[in-house]
Nanobody, 114 residues
Framework: QVRLVESGGGLAQPGGSLGLSCAASGVISSIDVMGWYRQAPGKERELVARATRGGLTIYADSVKGRFTISRDNVKKTVYLQMNSLKPEDTAVYYC????????WGQGTQVTVSS
């Protein structure tokens, strides 16, 4: 059973930076797709960024140029560097993985406020 464990997040001021990481366990092979989704209060969960095992990435338009996703296939870990944070980035961020089926982390809170 694949397990995704997030770390990072917390509180940042507008314009600041935060980093998230998510490590996968319970799997021998590399995860096909790893990424991040987020859900703000009263809103649906939305894609932030995803990266394939081969390095192809996609980003939500709202985070392009500000967020960077990367992954270490050996460590089975995906990272999200978030720069130039805005209050509208406030949400619970969920790690996502796909290997034959979807897997989700427990979520970590990111709050952007002055």
């Amino acid at each position: 059973q694949v397990r995704l464990v997030e770390s990072g997040g917390g509180l940042a001021q507008p314009g600041g930076s935060l980093g998230l990481s998510c490590a996968a366990s319970g799997v021998i092979s590399s995860i096909d797709v790893m990424g991040w989704y987020r859900q703000a209060p009263g809103k649906e969960r939305e894609l932030v960024a995803r990266a394939t095992r081969g390095g192809l990435t996609i980003y939500a338009d709202s985070v392009k140029g500000r967020f960077t996703i990367s992954r270490d296939n050996v460590k089975k870990t995906v990272y999200l560097q978030m720069n130039s944070l805005k209050p509208e980035d406030t949400a619970v961020y969920y790690c996502y993985g796909f290997l034959w089926r979807d897997y989700w982390g427990q979520g970590t809170q990111v709050t952007v406020s002055s």
